[in-house]
């Protein structure tokens, strides 16, 4: 007898660099910069921290996402004009005063259905 739950795909965390083929030829595109890109044009908080830095070690932004990268995320605060390009090693999290845009894999009905029932 085992606990825990049983997946009927692979599960690989986040934030792992790596891309997974999913059945039905389906990517898996929960990356970080990809949820960003669904969300261009969103103004944000972004929290981000620097290890090691005694002067400024916690910083928080207010802006508008205009671009993501593997490993930079560009915003722009509307109220100065100013754009900032962040290095995502730093970002601990972001909030969004709206519904966040997330990219859905398509998936087969089959591999759904064995998501959805119990043995």
Known sequence: M???????APVVPLGTGQQMQLPAGTMEESFIENILRFNKGKIGTFYFTYQGNNKWNAMVYRGRVETAGRDHLIISDPSSGKRYLLMMANLDWVEFGEQINYPQAQISPQVEASLTTSE
């Not at 085992?2 to 009927?8: E, K, L």
Request: hydrophobic share 30%.
């Open 2 to 8: 085992h606990s825990g739950p049983t997946f009927a």
